[in-house]
């Protein structure tokens, strides 16, 4: 038996990030994993892969279409997906090590196994290390995996998940695509730019579900507007495959074929042999584990963060939480702001948001003014050639406190930095209306829009 003072399960942004923090705060950590490369979800099969695959899938449709616009001439361009996929693994690869070496110079003692809550203090590592250890204080970081849907009949290469998506051998013909949240358009988008048709299938009468309901709308248009083919409120009953083709069932309509199908409907939370039942540990209806404040689950010093818990999966918000856990068993209070955690979607233009919706504002029958500013009237973007989307920053009609910011626009995935710290600091759209912005930059779209909110916007 070796001990610790804290054990992490999950080496993923949740994980890490806590035994990183515990170990600045002078606690002996240990950090189990079952892959053989820590940074989770995120690094291996989600964020960092899929943003390199829409990174290089943009730069060739630019090659191919917009170069001439700036007066460049290229000859043929020809996509080569093996040196593509190649660079994508480059670049896990070396985000991995850089992950190793943190842990390393943190002093974080790495486990490489399958981690299993045996008693309230004790965890088993089964696979290349086998080992008992025991600490008073265990975090839960196990993350989450695809959920699946009934009558589908996964294969792993032909009707897949988001995992097998990152890695086609060959562009589709006609690639399906059931689920139009985050990673249904940003997949799709990368498989479209590189030569498929991407249809995509979504339950809901809307896409990305959560986002302020207008940008959502807006994005909808200029997706279709690239070629992106969308089914809003369509049930899918089966898919099968047939040889090389699949077929897809639909409630009421005509069954679609084409050459691969991604489901990307969401994700469930990894918590099977973790032990939950067995220590009486509290999940909620969708499985997620139940925590109180400090991140406690229902067994003392048994604690869980990111994607296991409630709230949006997402990787900072993971790293947020495995933060305010240790400092909270370390120090005795931590918090997350909730309302300050951005989402992007990577699509082009991107679409980024922080701080409540225009619908949940209504809902909550909060009065608040609202201020737009297209990029259309930006000269950066102007300069870059993309003038489509726009800034909108929702205010509180009494107090002018930013509320909402939402973007949809180029590179809105790093302009949401400044609305964030707004919210994060109770910043009124006057306060940003008033702080200079560089010029020409894209972040004067941001300025203009709280000028709009207190409708003096100079450019529009
Ligand atoms: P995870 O990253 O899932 O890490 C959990 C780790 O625990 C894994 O490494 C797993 O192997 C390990 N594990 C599980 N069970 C055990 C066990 N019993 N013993 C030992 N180890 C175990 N989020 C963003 O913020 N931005 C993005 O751009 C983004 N893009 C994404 C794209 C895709 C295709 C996907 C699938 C997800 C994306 N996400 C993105 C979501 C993001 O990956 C997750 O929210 C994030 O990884 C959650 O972090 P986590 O630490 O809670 O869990
Ligand atoms: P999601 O929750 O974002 O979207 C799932 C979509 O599938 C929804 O629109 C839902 O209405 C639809 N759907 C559900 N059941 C359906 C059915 N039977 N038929 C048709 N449509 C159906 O889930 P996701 O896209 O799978 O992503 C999972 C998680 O990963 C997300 O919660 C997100 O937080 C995270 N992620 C984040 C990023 C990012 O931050 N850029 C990128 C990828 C993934």
């Not at 035994?19 to 490369?37: H, N, Y």
């Not at 693994?89 to 003692?109: F, M, P, Q, S």
């Not at 479209?192 to 339950?203: P, Q, S």
């Not at 009494?398 to 790093?414: Q, Y």
Request: include cysteine.
């Amino acid at each position: 038996m070796e001990r610790f003072d804290l054990i992490v399960i999950g080496g993923g942004p949740g994980g890490y990030t806590a035994a990183i923090r515990a170990a600045q705060l002078g606690l002996s950590v240990a950090c189990v994993e079952k892959e053989p490369i820590c940074g989770g979800t995120c690094l291996r099969v989600g964020c960092i892969p899929s943003k390199v695959l829409l990174e290089s899938s943009e730069r060739y449709v630019e090659a191919k279409n917009s170069f001439s616009n700036h007066g460049i001439k290229v000859g043929d361009v020809a996509l080569d997906l093996a040196g593509l996929m190649a660079r994508k693994e480059t670049v896990v690869r070396n985000l991995a090590r850089g992950i190793d070496t943190l842990l390393k110079k943190n002093h974080v003692r790495r486990y490489r196994g399958t981690g299993h809550v045996t008693a309230q203090h004790v965890v088993r590592v089964d696979g290349e290390d086998k080992v008992e250890l025991e600490a008073p204080h265990i975090i839960l970081a196990t993350g989450s995996m695809p959920a699946s849907l009934p009558n589908v009949d996964y294969d792993g290469d032909r009707i897949v998940t988001s995992t097998e998506a990152l890695s086609f051998g060959d562009v589709p013909a006609h690639l399906v695509v059931i689920g139009a949240g985050y990673i249904g358009l940003e997949l799709g988008m990368v498989w479209m730019r590189l030569g498929a048709r991407v249809t995509v299938l979504e339950y809901l009468p809307r896409i990305l579900p959560g986002t302020d309901e207008e940008m959502a709308a807006e994005a909808l248009k200029l997706f279709q507007r690239q070629g992106m083919e969308f089914r809003l409120d369509t049930r899918v009953t089966s898919v099968k495959r047939e040889n090389d083709q699949c077929r897809v069932y639909l409630e009421g309509g005509e069954p679609i074929s084409c050459d691969r199908v991604l489901v990307a409907v969401g994700r469930v939370p990894c918590t099977q042999g973790l032990g939950l039942q067995e220590l009486g540990i509290q999940t909620d209806r969708s499985g997620r584990i139940v925590v109180q404040e400090g991140f406690r689950t229902s067994v003392e010093g048994i604690y869980a963060v990111g994607d296991l818990i409630a709230g949006p999966m997402l990787a900072h918000k993971a790293q947020e939480e495995g933060v305010a856990c240790v400092e909270g068993i370390v120090e005795g209070y931590s918090h997350v702001n909730y309302d300050a955690i951005p989402s992007v979607c990577y699509t082009h233009p991107e679409i980024a948001a922080v701080g409540k919706t225009e619908e949940s504002l209504r809902k909550a029958g909060t009065a608040f003014t609202k201020g737009v500013f297209p990029f259309l009237a930006n000269g950066r973007a102007h300069t870059l050639g993309e003038t489509e989307g726009r800034v909108k920053i929702l205010a509180d009609a009494k107090t002018d406190r930013v509320l909402g910011v939402h973007i949809l626009g180029p590179r809105a995935g790093d302009l949401i930095a400044e609305a964030v710290a707004a919210i994060q600091f109770g910043a009124s759209s006057e306060d940003l209306a008033r702080t200079c912005h560089a010029h020409p930059t894209l972040s004067e779209a941001i300025k203009e829009a709280a000028l709009a909110v207190l409708g003096r916007a100079i450019h529009f």
